[in-house]
């Protein structure tokens, strides 16, 4: 691997389109090479040596010191941080709305061709070329979709890391049973909590923090940050926790994040 182009032994060289992603100068034990949305991609495997420079350096960077956090995952927002941060959810952007919109739109046009080749009778060459590249256009205005997505729960999961605490508690979510559900909201909801979850679980274990998911039956929602008093009448609607016992009133998840971050019964990731 070069900087700007590659070897691959059946094809001899190939030039990068972007630079900066494959690692140059390293023992590269195997690669693939992948085709999405009209673009190819390589991935490469490397021998990285445990003691390497790399990793003495990541240890270096990563020493988790800071205090713990809780972090509440929401359809509202993306994520709600002890420390009193909140991540957007991307979904309700207006930009990713707003794709997502002429998404649908082009998958209506692609169906349309369909039924015009269709009712042709077969196979007419234009009407086969017009539907590849409509699929095309398709593939590739959902693939930049998911990059949008992708990209901000990687942002979000490096600004959370980036604190270096020394643990992370999240609730536990049953994703298993929430992705059954019929519906569709709540099941890509699930899927984006899966998603992020692992993540971030995989992005903490690198670093060294510690994991927890509190028990399953820890009310984190309904209970009083300030007093302990569990609110059995907090209803999902309720996006201000006010305590009936003592008054105190905070923004629901921001209440629960504190829950968590205060657990004390929890498992480790
Ligand atoms: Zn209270």
């Known amino acids: 691997i070069w900087r700007h182009k590659l070897m691959i032994?059946?094809?001899k060289h190939v030039r990068l389109k972007e630079y900066g992603y494959l690692p140059v100068g390293l023992?590269?034990?195997?690669?693939?090479?992948?085709?999405?949305?009209?673009?190819?991609?390589?991935?490469?495997?490397?021998?990285?040596?445990?003691?390497s420079k790399y990793n003495n350096d990541l240890e270096a960077i990563y020493q988790p010191t800071g205090e713990g956090v809780g972090?509440?995952?929401?359809?509202?927002?993306?994520?709600?941080?002890?420390?009193?941060?909140?991540?957007?959810?991307?979904?309700?952007?207006?930009k990713v709305r707003r794709l997502e919109k002429r998404l649908r739109r082009m998958q209506r046009q692609l169906s349309r061709k369909y039924e015009f080749k269709k009712k042709k009778g077969g196979i007419t060459a234009t009407a086969s070329a017009n539907i590849d590249k409509q699929k095309l256009k398709v593939q590739k205005l959902y693939q930049r979709l998911n990059h949008i997505r992708e990209d901000h729960e990687?942002?979000?999961?490096?600004?959370i890391?980036?604190?270096?605490?020394?643990?992370?508690?999240?609730?536990?979510?049953?994703?298993?049973?929430?992705?059954?559900?019929?519906?569709?909201a709540k099941a890509v909801a699930a899927e984006r909590f899966?998603?992020?979850?692992?993540?971030?679980?995989?992005?903490?274990?690198?670093?060294?923090?510690?994991?927890?998911v509190a028990d399953r039956f820890y009310p984190?929602?309904?209970t009083c940050h300030a007093c302990g008093y569990v609110h059995k009448g907090l209803k999902l609607k309720d996006r201000v926790y006010i305590c009936p016992q003592c008054g105190y009133t905070a923004?629901?998840?921001?209440?629960?994040s504190l829950n968590l971050r205060d657990a004390k019964e929890y498992r480790i990731a």
């Open 9 to 11: 032994p059946t094809l």
């Open 194 to 212: 899966y998603s992020f979850l692992s993540k971030l679980k995989r992005k903490a274990e690198i670093i060294g923090i510690e994991m927890r």
């Open 27 to 51: 023992a590269v034990t195997s690669g693939t090479v992948s085709y999405e949305a009209g673009r190819f991609y390589v991935s490469v495997v490397v021998d990285i040596d445990e003691k």
């Open 161 to 184: 890391v980036k604190q270096k605490p020394r643990f992370i508690t999240v609730e536990d979510l049953n994703i298993k049973g929430m992705m059954k559900n019929r519906h569709l």
């Open 220 to 222: 984190s929602s309904k």
């Open 71 to 94: 972090i509440d995952l929401g359809i509202k927002d993306l994520a709600i941080v002890s420390d009193g941060r909140t991540f957007k959810n991307i979904n309700k952007s207006s």
């Open 154 to 159: 990687n942002k979000a999961i490096h600004e």
């Open 251 to 256: 923004d629901r998840d921001f209440n629960a």
